[in-house]
């Protein structure tokens, strides 16, 4: 699916690190307790893009 990476928060920080596989793509998605669809679709729109440019 894209070979997203995502890393929990360190410590009480709420930004996930997302790493892809082919390296060339790095994202920080900032997580906030009223947006739990944030993070799901932030990862759908990177990992779209990873798609296009592969
Ligand atoms: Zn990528």
Not at 23 to 35: D, E, F, M, R, V
Not at 40 to 49: G, M, P, R, W
């Amino acid at each position: 699916m894209g070979g997203w990476q995502v890393e929990d928060p360190i410590g009480k920080s709420n930004v996930y690190k997302c790493r892809c596989h082919c390296g060339k793509h790095l994202a920080w998605i900032h997580s906030t307790p009223s947006g739990a669809n944030y993070v799901k679709n932030k990862l759908n729109k990177i990992k779209n893009t990873c798609w296009k440019e592969d």
